[in-house]
C-alpha cells in the first residue's frame, strides 16, 4: 500500500512541527508559512542535486559553487517531506482540500529531466502562488488558497513517487532524520 499525503500529514506532522519548534527555540527563529515554503524550494533544489549526481556535467558545475555535493536522495526527501507538512500546518491544509486534486499526469519518474523540470517549475510557482495568497503580490480573479495547495501537493505527490520508484520507505527516513536532527541540535551551541 503506498502511503498517501493525508497519512503523512497524520501520522508525522506531530513529530515535524516538535523538531521544528526545537530549531526555533535553540536559534530564537521565527517561522511560519512563509520561512516553510521558501525552505522548501531551497530542499527542492537540495534534491534536484541529489537526483543530478548522475549528469557529470551538472555535478561538476555545481561543485564549483564551492559547496559539497549533495548525494543522498533519502536525507532530501525527509527534508521537502519536513518542509510540506510545516506548510500544511501553517496553512492549515485538510483532507477536504486535498481530495479533489487529480494525481499526477504525463509524468515519467523514471526520467531524471522529467523529474527535475517538473520540480524546478512547481517550486517557484509555489512560492509565487504564496506570495499572492498573502497579498504580497496582487491577486487575479481567482481561489488562490486552491491553486496554493494543489502546486502543494503535486510537489508531494512528486516526493512521494521518487520514494516509491527509489524504494526509499519515506517514513522510516523521515524518522532517521528527525533523529540526525535532534543530535546536531544537542551538539549545537547558540
Avoid at 527563529?29 to 527542492?44: A, F, K, M
Avoid at 559547496?67 to 485538510?94: A, G, M, Q, V, W
Avoid at 505527490?157 to 546536531?184: C, G, P, R, T, V
Wanted: hydrophobic fraction near 40%; glycine fraction near 2%.
Amino acid at each position: 500500500m503506498q502511503k498517501t499525503t493525508t497519512y503523512y500529514i497524520t501520522h508525522l506532522q506531530k513529530p515535524a512541527l516538535e523538531l521544528q519548534n526545537a530549531f526555533i527555540k535553540k536559534f530564537k527563529q521565527t517561522w511560519g508559512l512563509r520561512e516553510s515554503v521558501c525552505e522548501l524550494v531551497i530542499q527542492i533544489g537540495h534534491l534536484i542535486h541529489a537526483l543530478s549526481t548522475e549528469n557529470l556535467s551538472l555535478t561538476d558545475a555545481l561543485q564549483q559553487q564551492a559547496r559539497k555535493p549533495i548525494h543522498n536522495i533519502s536525507d532530501e526527501l525527509s527534508d521537502c517531506l519536513l518542509s510540506l507538512l510545516s506548510i500544511s500546518f501553517y496553512t492549515p491544509i485538510s483532507e477536504t482540500d486535498i481530495e479533489n486534486i487529480p494525481p499526477l499526469q504525463n509524468l515519467d519518474i523514471s526520467n531524471l529531466n522529467d523529474v527535475t523540470l517538473a520540480l524546478s517549475v512547481l517550486g517557484p510557482q509555489l512560492l509565487d502562488s504564496y506570495e499572492i495568497y498573502i497579498g504580497l503580490k496582487p491577486g487575479f480573479k481567482r481561489d488562490e488558497r486552491k491553486i496554493f495547495i494543489t502546486l502543494w501537493e503535486k510537489i508531494f505527490m512528486i516526493i512521494l513517487e521518487l520514494a516509491n520508484f527509489n524504494n526509499i520507505d519515506l517514513e522510516k527516513q523521515f524518522h532517521h532524520m528527525l533523529e540526525s536532527a535532534y543530535h546536531f541540535l544537542s551538539l549545537s551551541q547558540q
